[in-house]
Nanobody, 122 residues
Framework: QVQLVESGGGLVQAGGSLRLSCAAS????????MGWFRQAPGKEREFVAS??????SRYYADSVKGRFTISRDKNTVSLQMNSLKPEDTAVYYC?????????????????WGQGTQVTVSS
């Protein structure tokens, strides 16, 4: 049974930083592309970032480029979020899929975590 468990969310002031982590189990981690999505109240879930199975390729939504960094190590994928803005407020979800990291930006992944809340105050 695949499990993705996020941690690291919280409340931060605009301009601050947070680091999200996602621990994966029940899958062969090195075979999966991993990604982060987010969903703000009243909005659809949107792609944030993804990383390929070997960490060699990374993709970002335009809204977070230059501020967020995705990385992976062992059975964990992380999202370092800097220069946070109020519009980054959302529930952040970790995701995994056997498709490519590039595909993850346009095709919803198969496996999801339960989400972690990030709130950025102005």
């Amino acid at each position: 049974q695949v499990q993705l468990v996020e941690s690291g969310g919280g409340l931060v002031q605009a301009g601050g930083s947070l680091r999200l982590s996602c621990a994966a189990s029940g899958l062969t981690f090195s075979r999966y592309a991993m990604g982060w999505f987010r969903q703000a109240p009243g909005k659809e879930r949107e792609f944030v970032a993804s990383v390929s199975w070997n960490g060699g390729s990374r993709y970002y939504a335009d809204s977070v480029k230059g501020r967020f960094t995705i990385s992976r190590d062992k059975n964990t994928v992380s999202l370092q979020m800097n220069s946070l803005k109020p519009e980054d407020t959302a529930v952040y979800y970790c995701a995994a899929d056997l498709r490519t990291a590039r595909d993850m930006a346009v095709i919803l992944p198969k496996y999801w975590g339960q989400g972690t809340q990030v709130t950025v105050s102005s």
